[in-house]
């Protein structure tokens, strides 16, 4: 049984910068897809970022592309999310979350969820 806690939220001026990290106990993080998601209120979760247990093929959904950066440390059992010129609407809780599958965006396809941390980025 995997354990994932993230970590790094908080509040931040539209341009400003936040790095984001999960830290999972349990299982190494080199054997599963590791992704990023966040949900707004009212909205669905989503994508941000996903990271191949194999080759780490890194993902992105378009708005977030060139902005943010996922990465792996799995030394460290650590999967990191280096967001950039944040906008107002990155303002989500950030989930963390691990697959079993080589690589998928579809939340329902992974098996572990972190809590959850708050991005807050105002205009």
């Known amino acids: 049984q995997m354990q994932l806690v993230e970590s790094g939220g908080g509040l931040v001026e539209a341009g400003g910068s936040l790095r984001l990290s999960c830290v999972a106990s349990?299982?190494?993080?080199?054997?599963?897809?590791m992704g990023w998601f966040r949900q707004a209120p009212g909205k669905e979760r989503e994508v941000v970022a996903t990271i191949t247990s194999t080759s780490g093929t890194e993902s992105y959904r378009n708005s977030v592309k060139g902005r943010f950066t996922i990465s792996r440390d799995n030394a460290k059992n650590t999967v990191y999310l280096q967001m950039k010129t944040l906008k107002p609407e990155d303002t989500a809780v950030y989930y963390c979350?691990?697959?079993?599958?080589?690589?998928?965006?579809?939340?329902?396809?992974?098996?572990?969820w972190g809590q959850g941390t708050q991005v807050t980025v105002s205009s």
């Open positions: 979350a691990a697959s079993a599958r080589v690589i998928t965006v579809d939340p329902g396809e992974y098996d572990y």
């Open positions: 349990g299982p190494p993080i080199s054997n599963y897809c």
